[in-house]
């Protein structure tokens, strides 16, 4: 199953030359999930080939305008393109109040629905299940209200070994039962078992997107063992007060999150537009955690790949 992330923006605050703010597009199973929408992310997505006919579910992490002020455009924009199918919003409540605002004052109504899932930043919540994933949101420690959100792939049913299948000429009707774990009796009454006809699936995969935070281990064990972790790293260490009067990480506390919570690679970013290129940034984290990214605007990453 595709599971896989592309960085559409990854910049903190303002956007400066070649880094838009927060955004990233999920591509779970060919479905695309949308986290986080700022200023710029219609452009992105022209840019990188990510179609908003596509996008049925968005997340939106908190209320500070880097993460959302792209979002109402990209729903007027779904609205004159002629969408009509459903949209679902997981965000903060007072988001719902934002939009409806500036729809009224633009006269504007969506002739699609969106359907408002809110978020609480006390606790953690199941937000999502579907036959793919389930979503759950990650109270962090910002300024304000603040989620993350960790997509959790769903085990996969058994794989048929089509030789040993077609070599027993079994009919059609007994493939689900054998791949839910069903051992295949012949007509002549032998039996075969599952483990001969099938191989085990992939192990589901994780993904934790932790955006706005100051270091706070209250979350440390819901992203334990995650494949891939992204995790805000909007300033270097050596400007530790500054990251704690705005309730921010450094790209150090980020690797060492990472390396607490055995997560297998580490994607950084939410960079601050003090930094024109990132490789500070970068090698402050790999000192800890080896296994560490920057969110390059444009990238792919391929969840479970080592």
Same mark, same amino acid.
């Given at each position: 199953?595709?599971?896989?992330?592309?960085?559409?923006?990854?910049?903190?605050?303002?956007?400066?030359?070649?880094?838009?703010?927060?955004?990233?597009?999920?591509?779970?199973?060919?479905?695309?999930?949308?986290?986080?929408?700022?200023?710029?992310?219609?452009?992105?997505?022209?840019?990188?080939?990510?179609?908003?006919?596509?996008?049925?579910?968005?997340?939106?992490?908190?209320?500070?305008?880097?993460?959302?002020?792209?979002?109402?455009?990209?729903?007027?924009?779904?609205?004159?393109?002629?969408?009509?199918?459903?949209?679902?919003?997981?965000?903060?409540?007072?988001?719902?109040?934002?939009?409806?605002?500036?729809?009224?004052?633009?006269?504007?109504?969506?002739?699609?629905?969106?359907?408002?899932?809110?978020?609480?930043?006390?606790?953690?919540?199941?937000?999502?299940?579907?036959?793919?994933?389930?979503?759950?949101?990650?109270?962090?420690?910002?300024?304000?209200?603040?989620?993350?959100? *960790?997509? +959790?792939?769903?085990?996969?049913? @058994?794989?048929? %070994?089509?030789?040993?299948? !077609?070599?027993?000429?079994?009919?059609? =009707?007994?493939?689900?039962?054998?791949?839910?774990?069903?051992?295949?009796?012949?007509?002549?009454?032998?039996?075969?078992?599952?483990?001969?006809?099938?191989?085990?699936?992939?192990?589901?995969?994780?993904?934790?997107?932790?955006?706005?935070?100051?270091?706070?281990?209250?979350?440390?064990?819901?992203?334990?063992?995650?494949?891939?972790?992204?995790?805000?790293?909007?300033?270097?260490?050596?400007?530790?007060?500054?990251?704690?009067?705005?309730?921010?990480?450094?790209?150090?506390?980020?690797?060492? *999150?990472? +390396?607490?919570?055995?997560?297998? @690679?580490?994607? %950084?970013?939410?960079?601050? !537009?003090?930094?024109?290129?990132?490789? =500070?940034?970068?090698?402050?984290?790999?000192?800890?955690?080896?296994?560490?990214?920057?969110?390059?605007?444009?990238?792919?990453?391929?969840?479970?790949?080592?």
């Amino acid at each position: 199953m595709k599971f896989e992330v592309t960085i559409l923006g990854s910049s903190s605050a303002t956007p400066i030359f070649n880094r838009n703010p927060s955004a990233q597009s999920l591509n779970i199973n060919d479905h695309l999930y949308l986290v986080d929408c700022g200023e710029g992310t219609q452009q992105q997505m022209l840019r990188f080939d990510v179609r908003s006919s596509r996008i049925d579910h968005i997340f939106i992490s908190h209320l500070h305008g880097d993460h959302y002020l792209g979002l109402v455009g990209l729903l007027s924009s779904m609205h004159l393109n002629g969408r009509t199918k459903a949209l679902k919003l997981f965000c903060p409540e007072p988001l719902k109040e934002i939009i409806d605002l500036q729809l009224k004052h633009s006269e504007t109504t969506l002739q699609y629905e969106i359907e408002y899932f809110f978020t609480n930043a006390e606790k953690a919540e199941m937000i999502l299940d579907n036959p793919d994933i389930t979503v759950e949101s990650i109270p962090l420690d910002h300024r304000i209200p603040c989620t993350g959100f *960790i997509f +959790k792939q769903k085990k996969r049913l @058994r794989k048929l %070994i089509k030789d040993k299948i !077609a070599a027993l000429n079994i009919p059609v =009707e007994f493939f689900s039962p054998i791949k839910k774990g069903a051992d295949y009796t012949a007509a002549d009454g032998t039996v075969y078992p599952n483990k001969d006809l099938t191989l085990e699936p992939e192990p589901p995969k994780s993904y934790a997107y932790c955006s706005d935070t100051q270091y706070n281990e209250r979350y440390f064990n819901q992203i334990n063992g995650v494949d891939m972790l992204y995790h805000e790293a909007t300033f270097t260490h050596s400007m530790l007060s500054r990251a704690a009067l705005t309730h921010h990480t450094t790209a150090l506390q980020a690797a060492e *999150i990472a +390396k607490l919570t055995a997560a297998k @690679r580490l994607v %950084i970013g939410h960079f601050s !537009a003090r930094y024109k290129t990132l490789n =500070e940034l970068l090698d402050e984290a790999q000192s800890v955690f080896p296994a560490t990214e920057l969110a390059i605007e444009g990238k792919t990453f391929i969840i479970g790949e080592e």
